[in-house]
């Protein structure tokens, strides 16, 4: 009977994993179906492309040091000087993209819809009123850094304990958690110091450009 039960809970597990990873790929589906029907100008698409070449080189240059990577730190970016929609999906397209050269596997939905929280976020809280803050780098420098901390680690870390546990207890997250506390930190500090030393001179190129060729207004 207890192990009949056991085997009902991890059934029911495996079925909220599922339904979890369903809703994370239809998210981001409805991202890119959006961002196509605001019928966006080959330029937008082009300096798009270029942001989410570059996150992707950033987490390629880095495969040394799974924890300290630049490419949070470039989404973030695009999330301010492009727009919302654009930052979700140059977060999701990085996760995806650089799954070729890293591997494929569950965990690539879950690092997609993270890294295009972040975008997107990026772009809600520096919405144009408050641009102005972007140009702060101590301030976007430590929003970077609470939201690849909080964020980023928060979803993976929650991935993780559904990816390889089959009936997941409250210890199991709050282990796990923990466990991910220093790689988290690691991941963290490196977008921000990645932010302090290249977000100004970013932002005010893509500035720019969108002023010169009337992009994302």
């Not at 979890?20 to 492309?49: D, G, H, Q």
């Not at 993976?156 to 988290?184: Q, R, W």
Request: charged residues 10%.
């Amino acid at each position: 009977m207890h192990t009949a039960s056991i085997d009902i809970y991890g059934l029911m597990m495996r079925g909220y994993y599922f339904t979890s990873m369903c809703i994370i790929v239809i998210s981001i589906f409805i991202f890119l179906w959006s961002f196509e029907k605001r019928k966006p100008k080959t330029r937008e698409i082009v300096t798009l492309a270029v942001m989410t070449a570059l996150a992707v080189v950033g987490r390629l240059a880095f495969f040394m040091t799974p924890q300290v990577k630049p490419c949070a730190a470039i989404i973030i970016i695009t999330g301010v000087m492009l727009g919302r929609q654009s930052g979700f999906l140059c977060g999701a397209l990085t996760a995806f993209v650089s799954g070729f050269f890293f591997g494929q596997g569950p965990w690539t939905p879950w690092q997609m819809i993270a890294f295009g929280i972040i975008g997107f976020l990026s772009g809600v809280l520096f919405s144009k009123k408050n641009i102005k803050y972007a140009y702060n780098k101590w301030i976007i420098s430590i929003y970077g850094f609470l939201a690849t901390f909080v964020i980023y680690g928060f979803i993976l870390d929650t991935a993780t304990v559904f990816m390889y546990t089959d009936t997941p207890k409250t210890e199991t997250f709050v282990a796990t958690y923990l466990s991910g506390i220093g790689f988290n930190l690691i991941h963290a500090a490196s977008t921000f110091v990645v932010l302090f030393l290249i977000s100004n001179a970013t932002i005010k190129k893509l500035e720019r450009l969108k002023i010169k060729y009337k992009m994302f207004s």
